[in-house]
């Protein structure tokens, strides 16, 4: 594992900082990945990896970072970001942008990074997409049309390189404990006047046991991922949202 390379895109903070600390506890040499050097700089210094300043919405942004990177054995595509609100509402700019970070950043890292595993044999894509890519929720619209997207994505590359020794997976969480999902708690407080805890209360009703999913969590489930005795999991969407999906 200490010679193997895995890169992190949207690593700045939340979920992808710490996908970066859980592969570099085992072993792996993590390059991260975000639009503000503050944040990754001293991530990348603690792990004793590389950080590249881009942004996963611009295609001249993922040339240079995957010249920067050079090849990398694992690739975890983290980098997204939510929009809430009404589908007539949704201004044709937010559109374009959602689906430019969300999908075609995916697309385009993914492009990069894929010849490098296919020639050594060996090899992990893995997905961070959502709940929302498997089932949808109202105000979530596009949000939800890109991960479904990112899902069929997933699945369809899996069985495209099935038999290179490189698997293609994606981690499907529910609403996590993220700086993200805390503007969403905010906009609930602002919009209807609810305390705190109502509002983060109305988000986690969804999940069974009742709370918001942790970073370490999803974390865990992309380390497992990249595994070499994964290698058997292909295509497949785990989902981290404490059972309300099977509801």
């Given at each position: 594992?200490s010679?193997?390379?895995a890169?992190?895109?949207?690593a700045?903070?939340?979920i992808?900082a710490?996908?970066?600390r859980?592969?570099?506890?085992?072993g792996?040499?993590?390059?991260?990945?975000?639009?503000?050097?503050?944040e990754?700089?001293?991530?990348?210094?603690e792990?004793?990896?590389?950080?590249i300043?881009a942004?996963?919405?611009?295609?001249?942004?993922?040339?240079?970072?995957?010249?920067?990177?050079?090849?990398?054995d694992?690739?975890v595509?983290?980098?997204?970001?939510?929009?809430?609100?009404?589908?007539h509402?949704?201004k044709?700019?937010?559109?374009?942008?959602?689906?430019?970070?969300?999908?075609?950043?995916?697309?385009?890292?993914?492009?990069?990074?894929?010849?490098h595993m296919l020639?050594?044999?060996?090899?992990?894509v893995?997905?961070?997409?959502?709940?929302?890519?498997?089932?949808?929720?109202?105000?979530?619209?596009?949000?939800?049309?890109?991960?479904?997207?990112?899902?069929?994505?997933?699945r369809?590359?899996?069985?495209?390189?099935?038999?290179k020794?490189?698997?293609?997976?994606?981690?499907c969480?529910?609403f996590?404990?993220?700086?993200?999902?805390?503007?969403?708690v905010?906009?609930i407080?602002?919009t209807?006047?609810?305390?705190?805890?109502?509002?983060v209360?109305?988000?986690?009703?969804?999940?069974?046991?009742?709370?918001?999913i942790?970073?370490e969590?999803?974390?865990?489930a992309?380390?497992?991922?990249?595994?070499?005795?994964?290698?058997?999991?292909?295509?497949?969407?785990?989902?981290?949202?404490g059972?309300?999906?099977r509801r």
């Open positions: 594992m010679k193997r390379r890169l992190v895109t949207g700045g903070r939340g992808g710490e996908i970066a859980e592969l570099a506890r085992e792996y040499h993590v390059i991260v990945s975000s639009r503000t050097a503050a990754i700089e001293p991530l990348a210094l792990l004793g990896g590389q950080a300043v942004d996963m919405a611009s295609p001249a942004d993922i040339e240079r970072m995957a010249a920067a990177a050079g090849s990398v694992v690739l595509n983290n980098a997204g970001t939510a929009i809430s609100a009404p589908l509402k949704i044709m700019e937010d559109w374009n942008w959602l689906v430019q970070l969300n999908l075609t950043g995916v697309m385009l890292c993914t492009q990069a990074f894929l010849p020639e050594q044999g060996w090899g992990r893995i997905n961070v997409s959502s709940v929302a890519g498997l089932s949808a929720q109202k105000y979530l619209t596009a949000y939800a049309a890109t991960k479904h997207a990112v899902i069929g994505m997933t369809a590359l899996a069985d495209e390189v099935a038999t020794g490189v698997t293609v997976n994606a981690v969480p529910g996590v404990d993220t700086p993200m999902v805390q503007k969403s905010d906009k407080m602002a209807t006047g609810r305390s705190r805890e109502s509002a209360e109305a988000m986690t009703v969804t999940n069974p046991q009742g709370r918001l942790e970073s969590e999803v974390a865990f992309v380390a497992f991922l990249a595994h070499e005795r994964a290698r058997g999991i292909n295509g497949t969407c785990l989902v981290i949202d059972g309300g999906l």
